[in-house]
């Protein structure tokens, strides 16, 4: 009996070496080396690498610009004709990635596409046929409708305010767009509620003592000619340069010709206000008349 306990004895002692013998060899190998017998069965370098620093960043790697992809899927679809499809994905940029590289000219493209649709004769969205009573003027109709006589002549194709008929037939279409100007980006674009419709880049953008944001409307609309100011239906309107002034504020928007904003290397020789090209004010004259609603987004300093 004395002899079986010896043999258990010694069989543990066995196994016991053999466990930590073997611990002792994964160590070596996985953590660090341990030298001796060890280092004579298994050969091993063992370069420990910090593990309190991070990877630094490698700047020659792709930037993400999800934004990009949507834009260049916009940009397949217009190739083949998906115009619809196109606006749904530019709108997405415009919305969800403004910050994409690719939303600049997103805004332009569908901006473009935007307004052909809203004018466009052939679509009655948003528009509504008027008849003619008698005793009726335009600025009576437009007043009814909420919209402005430059719209009037544009969608009805007219040169002039011609005499009325009754029983005449009209396209009128209510302008219920909101302004939004960003003076700290030189933008100006126009919103159908929540739904982006199109921006215009600012000549110059100058709020003033303005520091915060305002909520405001246009207050009225109107040409200037020489030092003489003119209306809606007067005779030199059309040819005037159009100004847009606001209720809460004496600040304006109005056209400027884009030559002079280059005068003597300066980037805001006009003084304080919005100044947008010729051809952009005589735009939003079609589209906005007093009472629109108007935003500056001032950014924080």
Known sequence: MRLWTLIKLVAGAVVLGITV????????????????????????????????????ADANLPEIDPGAKV??????????????????????????????????EARRIVGEMNLDELLSAGNMDGKAVHIVRSGESFLGIAAKHNTSLDCIMYLNGLMDLKGLHPGEEMIVMPL??????????KALSLWDKGKFVKEYPLLSANAGSL????????????????????????KDYRESTKMFTLEKSSLQVRSVEEAK??????????????????????????????????EIRVAAP
């Open 21 to 56: 013998f073997t611990g002792l060899l994964v160590w070596h190998v996985q953590m660090e080396p341990l030298g001796g017998v060890f280092s004579e069965l298994v050969p091993v370098q063992f370069d420990p690498k910090p593990i309190d620093t991070l990877p630094k």
């Open 71 to 104: 834009f260049e899927k916009a940009r397949e679809m217009i190739a083949i004709g998906d115009l619809p499809g196109a606006r749904e994905r530019l709108q997405t940029v415009v919305s969800i990635y403004p910050r994409s590289k690719s939303a600049p």
């Open 176 to 185: 219920e767009l909101r302004v939004l100007i960003e003076p700290g980006r």
């Open 211 to 234: 520091k915060s944001g305002l909520q405001t409307k246009i207050a009225s609309k109107a040409g200037v000619m020489g030092d003489r100011r003119v209306t809606p239906g007067m």
């Open 261 to 294: 904003d280059k005068e003597d290397g300066k980037d805001e020789p006009f003084g304080t206000g919005f100044y947008l090209s010729v051809e952009d004010a005589e735009e939003l004259a079609l589209l906005l008349r007093p009472g629109n609603e108007v």
